[in-house]
C-alpha cells in the first residue's frame, strides 16, 4: 500500500485536498472522487468541479515504513 495525497486543484483557505492509503494511483484517485462527491455533492453550487479534475501524489511507496512529509504552507 502506498501512501497519496489528492488535490482537487481548488482553494479555500489553502488547498483542498484528502490523504489517502491505496494499492496504486487509480484506486487512490477512486477513493478521493468519491470523497470529494460524499462532501461537496450537496452544499456547492457546481458540484461536479470538485472531483472533476484531481491531482494524485505518491507520498510514500511503503506504507510499513516511518513517514514525514515536506513542510507545506498553504
Not at 501512501?3 to 492509503?21: A, D, R, S
Request: no cysteine.
Amino acid at each position: 500500500m502506498k501512501l497519496y495525497q489528492v488535490f482537487n486543484g481548488l482553494m479555500g483557505m489553502g488547498p483542498v485536498f484528502v490523504i489517502v492509503i491505496a494499492k496504486d494511483e487509480e484506486e487512490a484517485e477512486d477513493l478521493a472522487r468519491n470523497k470529494f462527491k460524499e462532501e461537496f455533492q450537496e452544499r456547492a453550487l457546481e458540484p461536479e468541479r470538485h472531483w472533476r479534475n484531481l491531482e494524485v501524489v505518491t507520498l510514500s511507496e511503503d506504507t510499513s515504513k516511518s513517514f514525514v512529509s515536506e513542510v507545506e504552507e498553504g
